[in-house]
């Protein structure tokens, strides 16, 4: 009886596997594709930045807890070879790297500049043209961690 049931718990792992990188990749087409252009579609730009601001923090925390996760449950997947499970886990880690480039390099140094700016808004600020270089950067990785967990997807099952 126990190997049934260790049968059964072995037979899980690839779907919540498939699962939690599903739920990871589709929280960034979401929020990079869906709510943040929306956003700033229907609110001035500076509310649209602090609403889109709030759901990057809250995306970071989830890329981190969804890493952290895969991690695990691909340690435990005795049904992936070695070298899948490699591949996977760099996988992993490589779109826990563009969350985190983003979370604790870019999204601190954005805000900063914000505040800096003033009342007025970054646009009408000398911060402007680093502002959007550093606005460019967050979306080429953003893109990159997106483009990633769609492979992720793909491989992980």
Do not use: N
């Not at 923090?57 to 340690?75: D, F, G």
């Not at 591949?87 to 954005?110: D, K, R, T």
């Not at 600020?125 to 959007?132: G, I």
């Amino acid at each position: 009886m126990g190997g049934a049931a260790g049968g059964t718990v072995r037979g899980r792992l690839p779907a919540a596997r498939l699962l939690v990188a599903a739920l990871w990749a589709g929280t960034l087409w979401a929020l990079g594709y869906v709510a943040a252009p929306a956003a700033f579609a229907v609110l001035d730009s500076g509310q649209a930045g602090d609403l889109v601001a709030v759901l990057l923090t809250r995306q970071a925390w989830l890329s981190i807890a969804c890493a952290v996760v895969l991690l695990v449950l691909l340690r435990m997947s005795a049904d992936l070879a070695p070298p899948r499970r490699r591949f996977l886990s760099l996988l992993v880690l490589a779109m826990l790297a563009c969350a985190l480039v983003i979370f604790v390099g870019l999204q601190p140094a954005m805000a900063q500049l914000r505040e800096l700016a003033g009342p007025g808004g970054v646009r009408a600020s000398p911060y402007w043209t680093e502002f959007a270089v550093m606005h460019g950067v967050s979306q080429l990785f953003h893109i990159v961690q997106s483009l990633l967990g769609a492979w992720l997807i793909v491989r992980i099952r």
